[in-house]
């Protein structure tokens, strides 16, 4: 029974199917199936070869193997060159984990590195197939044909910033004339303005918001607008003064200055800043090859060879520089790394997508964070600022893991910030926000609390001890008042 009824309802299936392609036939839908075909597989191969994030990471990937390569061979003669001249550094702070001597100008190695990307970048200009440089419009593009090299002003500032490292690395310098060597390139970068659209995005919301009158003005990447005033000059002429140009020159400045100091204050450890300067540099590429992605503006290749050759120089120099080290970065690759980063950050704004350098920051935040917990605590203490201590938090790390455990931590605790910022670009800003304010929070207020550990203990303890009052004391009453005497007769009467 059941056979049969298996047999009838395959048979009426297929008497369905042949009725259906009759009629499918009889009414033409054949021919447009056949017709729509040849336009399906069309599409599909163009989704097939269009570009994605990974294919222009590909395109480039000759500037990092060009960075990483140049710096592996080059930080070993740099240590030969330090060590002829004596430039090393001595272990004669307690808070060094060194017990020998250990080369300086691990920093120039790095540079080199920079350089050798980003110039290998300018010579796959002029030679086809060295690098795949992404399709953009070509408004974007020099001769629409090629892509804007690296400014000439970054590579400048690096030049000053390595400069002024060695020089202290030799001999030292006073914080004042490193800082001023810092300003230096910051002004260098305001000058080809690179960042300095970056305070678009939160002045202009402000301006129309409150409509107020905003100025469209011609600039090297189109008409962009801003909030500027005509002064009047001599002879009936004008001075436009940009007003977003000039709060981005301050922030430039800040900015340049603490991410430089950030980076040499994280410097503590082997590997340490290397490796955490490699895993922010990731998150940063995952922005800028989003950006290029979307074709946003001029500095999409200048972002992506940037990225590409620090984080190729971090990791040519990680091999020589993880624990146990046979050369250190100095300050002279302390101080590159974080005007590199600072570069790189502040290019995110270039269109106005505030948004974006704020991601950035985010990527970059384990240095950050470790100097903004050093000035607290500090404050907390009554100490000056610029007071070394061992609170850092690769210094508290250390003394419960080691040197390696320690480093590995960090660089976990650096992949988590650089996954975050990366997020913002993804369009999920609202909740990295929160999960990077818990995240700050929790292990702001724990390093705090360790670091203070010690103090909070003591006042306890003295105020257990009675040699602090726990509870104030009522006022006594006044000689011979009323109460003074009423108690005495009381006493005299008994």
């Known amino acids: ?14 008497l369905a199917g042949a009725q259906a392609a009759a009629w499918a036939q009889g009414t033409g839908l054949v021919d447009v199936a056949s017709q729509a075909q040849p336009a399906a597989e069309a599409v599909a191969a163009a989704a097939e070869h269009a570009p994605s994030r990974f294919s222009i990471f590909e395109g480039y990937a000759g500037v990092l193997i060009a960075s990483f390569l140049v710096t592996l061979l080059a930080t070993p003669i740099m240590r030969r060159v330090a060590i002829a001249n004596g430039i090393i550094d001595r272990p004669s702070d307690p808070r060094k984990i060194h017990k020998i001597p250990v080369a300086y100008l691990g920093g120039v190695g790095v540079y080199l590195g920079i350089m050798a990307g980003v110039f290998f970048s300018l010579i796959a200009t002029k030679v086809p197939g060295l690098v795949d440089f992404h399709t953009s419009k070509s408004s974007n593009l020099i001769d629409a044909q090629f892509h804007l090299p690296v400014p000439l002003s970054v590579l400048l500032g690096l030049t000053i910033i390595v400069l002024v490292g060695v020089i202290d690395d030799m001999v030292g310098i006073s914080p004042r004339v490193k800082i001023a060597g810092q300003l230096f390139a910051a002004a ?12 678009a995005g939160l002045v202009l919301p402000f301006c129309h918001a409150l409509n107020l009158p905003i100025t469209t003005i011609p600039t090297d990447i189109g008409p962009v607008e801003t909030v500027a005033w005509m002064m009047p000059w001599f002879g009936g002429g004008t001075i436009t003064i940009d007003f977003i140009y000039w709060i981005s020159t301050g922030i430039i400045a800040l900015a340049v200055v603490g991410l430089c100091n950030a980076s040499n204050l994280i410097d503590g450890l082997d590997g340490l800043l290397s490796g955490t300067t490699a895993i922010s540099a990731i998150g940063l590429l995952i922005i800028a090859l989003g950006l290029a992605l979307a074709d946003d503006g001029k500095l999409d290749s200048q972002r992506l060879v940037l990225c590409l050759a ?3 120089a971090c990791l040519g120099f990680l ?11 100095g300050d002279a690759g302390s101080l590159l790394l974080g005007f590199a980063m600072c570069a790189i950050i502040l290019s995110l704004g270039d269109t106005g997508k505030t948004h974006l350098v704020a991601a950035g920051l985010i990527c970059y935040m384990l240095p950050l964070l470790d100097t903004c917990l050093a000035i607290i605590r500090r404050k907390m203490e009554g100490k000056p600022i610029s007071a070394a201590d061992d609170q850092h938090l690769h210094h508290i790390l250390k003394r419960r893991l080691g040197v390696k455990k320690a480093v590995l931590v960090l660089y976990g605790v650096a992949g988590t910030f650089a996954a975050l910022g990366a997020m913002v670009s993804l369009g999920r800003a609202r909740v990295v926000y929160m999960l990077a304010l818990i995240a700050v929070s929790f292990i702001g207020v724990t390093a705090i609390k360790i670091a203070r550990r010690r103090a909070i203990e003591a006042q306890m303890l003295a105020r257990e001890a009675g040699l602090a009052p726990a509870v104030p004391q009522p006022p006594q009453p006044p000689q011979g008042s009323d109460a003074a005497s009423t108690d005495g007769s009381l006493r005299s009467a008994s």
């Open 310 to 312: 620090v984080i190729g």
């Open 1 to 14: 029974m059941g056979s049969r009824f298996a047999h009838a309802l395959v048979g009426a299936i297929a």
């Open 188 to 199: 260098a970068l305001a000058y080809e303005t690179v960042g300095v659209r970056m305070a």
């Open 319 to 329: 091999p020589h520089n993880f624990n146990p080290a046979t050369i250190f970065l």
